[in-house]
């Protein structure tokens, strides 16, 4: 719970802007605004504080000091109730919109029924806007780029864009003067691929701190230094984002990794096991708690060691039983990127892909793989105008581009559409014509929980249908996953022979690891595949590993590390039932 101040100062600034939403006297709004900022800073708690004390907070004059007090005795502001029945609160959201003021506010409320930024992006979507005084497209531009910027700001952001945004960062410090670069990377979050980060954290060893700070902050994505010290310093970016860099001694840089690397809750296990063993544990090493004597700190490797731990993977570190599996031995041999033979669910331009076929093809050999699916959308999801022909005529051209590349087996597929009753686009005779099918949820997200389950049970009963693509559809902060009874649709995959998708897209990663976990209990197999709609996009599979690896995925459970011989076999074993 907040201090009393804080909730009041809350309070106070909510009624202001109530005020000046309902148009009220301007300059009432801003004193109560004052009055806020004065007893948000105040250092008394203002919840021992007769009437007297109230009104002697500056700013604090006797009718606000009156509805505090009323506040403090009775727990509401009978004057703040009113204008909040008067207005949706909704509303009020809309002028934390950058651009947006009060005025504005209540017209799009009165004039379009408008209350809630959601709203008010999807109104500007579908150009509903036209026409209403004061909103021509700049100012719509200016509202859309607002929210942007608000939700960047706000949120946590998604894994690639951390990646990209570290990467770029530890980059340039490489540069720095005194940096080792073999021991300058990122940790946190964003080193155990967790699909969203909340800031990220850099870690460099170094003698001298002062150079490497003084390069991070000077990088041109700084907008603001939060913190600048010689062990850590703190900016947010242009785009709202947090880095932290902290610079370690050499001689603890691997104690500064594994306690920064985190998780917390995993750290946690570490150091019970340090404390049972007559240690202690820090982020500068592992220590006898008795003489203080450094046993060890220079690498992970070495602190694990001393633990009595094999070194986990930092994708495991989340408290899943990862200290008592590495104790017992029994750490699961991770897949890996290296270990991905190809990739089984991508477009191309004949639907909603940006690039040709032979460019997604041509990538896909640079990538080294053995085996290559081109699933392109299949006619039920109309907006991409699949035909019988055009697929046949797509078939054509892959099987004429095989003969240019020796190495890389190309496999002609589709994405079908699961419909409402598990059917699917095509019947089993045309469908038998295939390589190999992915089928996935486009349409109907919000049938209930008993539909949406048998639907998924159906298109696994399907022998054309090998993968079933982004089983749940949540988009990550966009759409939230379907209502199904997951694990009976996870055994339904492992009985009949179908595997689940771990879409990589960094929007998608779905399943996510949670479900992972719980689908590999059921003896189910996966499928990491980009989903692609562009060449540059085939690279999205480095996400979707690290979300398989944190679902402690080995490669055997993954049909796209397997060689062509046993992939095949497996796609024939289901169809067999057909
Ligand atoms: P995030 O940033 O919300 O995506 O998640 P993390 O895990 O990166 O969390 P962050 O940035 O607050 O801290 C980075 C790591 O540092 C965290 O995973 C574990 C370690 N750490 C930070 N504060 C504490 C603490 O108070 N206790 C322990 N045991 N570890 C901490
Ligand atoms: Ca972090
Ligand atoms: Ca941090
Ligand atoms: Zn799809």
């Known amino acids: ?40 800073g105040y250092p008394e708690d203002i919840s021992r504080l007769d009437d007297k004390g109230l009104r002697e907070i500056p700013n604090v004059g006797k009718s606000i000091a009156d509805k505090v007090a009323e506040f403090l005795r009775t727990g509401h502001m009978k004057v703040l109730d009113e204008r909040r029945t008067a207005i949706p609160a909704g509303v009020r959201e809309l002028i934390t919109i950058p651009t947006l003021g009060p005025k504005k506010a209540m017209q799009l409320h009165q004039e379009l029924g408008i209350a809630s930024v959601d709203a008010l992006v999807k109104a500007i979507e579908g150009d509903e806007l036209r026409g209403l005084k004061g909103f021509g497209p700049k100012t719509a531009d200016n509202i859309l780029h607002g929210v942007e910027l608000m939700q960047q700001a706000g949120d946590r952001i998604l894994l690639s864009a951390a990646t990209d945004i570290a990467e770029e960062t530890v980059a340039a410090l490489r540069e720095a003067t005194g940096c080792d670069p073999e021991h300058c990377v990122y940790a946190g979050s964003l080193r155990r691929m967790r699909e969203t980060i909340g800031d990220i954290d850099l870690l460099v060893a170094a003698e001298d701190p002062v150079p490497v700070m003084d390069a991070f902050i000077a990088l041109p994505h700084t907008a603001e230094v939060i913190a600048h010290g010689e062990k850590k310093t703190s900016v947010r970016t242009v785009k709202g984002l947090q880095l932290d860099l902290r610079v370690l001694p050499p001689a603890s840089f691997g104690a500064g990794l594994q306690y920064f690397t985190g998780s917390q809750a995993h750290n946690i296990r570490t150091r019970e096991i340090a404390v049972r063993k007559g240690l202690k544990l820090s982020e500068y090493g592992l220590f006898h708690a008795k003489s203080g004597r450094r046993k060890a700190a220079a690498t992970e490797e070495e602190v694990y060691a001393a633990l009595g731990l094999p070194w986990i993977p930092p994708t495991l570190r989340e408290d899943r039983g990862e200290v008592a599996a590495g104790l017992a031995g029994d750490l699961p041999r991770l897949v890996t990127e290296g270990d991905l033979r190809g990739d089984l669910h991508t477009h191309t331009d004949l639907t909603d892909g940006l690039s040709s076929l032979e460019d997604m093809v041509a990538t896909a050999a640079a990538r080294g793989y053995a085996y290559y699916a081109v699933t392109d959308h ?201």
């Open 1 to 40: 719970m907040a201090r009393p101040n804080e909730e009041v100062e809350a309070l106070l600034n909510e009624y202001a802007d109530l005020l000046s939403i309902t148009g009220g006297d301007a300059f009432k709004a801003r004193a109560y605004e004052k009055a806020a900022r004065a007893i948000g």
């Open 378 to 578: 299949a006619p039920k999801l109309s907006m991409q105008r699949m035909t019988d022909e055009k697929i046949l005529a797509q078939r054509e051209r892959l099987r004429a581009l095989a003969g240019r590349y020796k190495k890389l087996r190309l496999l002609h597929g589709t994405e079908l559409n699961i419909g409402p009753d598990g059917e699917v686009d095509w019947p089993g005779e045309f469908l038998a014509g295939f390589d190999l099918c992915v089928a996935s949820i486009h349409s109907h997200f919000t049938l209930d929980r008993a539909a949406q389950t048998r639907r998924l049970i159906r298109a696994c009963e399907n022998p054309y249908v090998a993968v079933i693509g982004h089983p749940t559809t949540r988009q990550i902060g966009r759409r939230p996953p379907i209502d199904a009874d997951l694990d009976a649709v996870f055994a339904a995959c492992a009985r009949t022979g179908t595997a689940l998708e771990v879409n990589s897209h960094p929007h998608r990663l779905d399943l996510n690891d949670e479900l992972i976990l719980r689908a590999r209990h059921h003896g189910a197999v996966f499928a990491i595949d980009s989903d692609a709609h562009s060449t540059t996009h085939l690279a999205h599979t480095r996400y979707g590993v690290g979300t398989a690896q944190r679902g402690w995925l080995t490669p055997d459970e993954v049909i796209n590390t397997w060689t062509w011989q046993r992939l095949k076999s497996f796609l024939a074993r289901k169809r067999k039932s057909a």
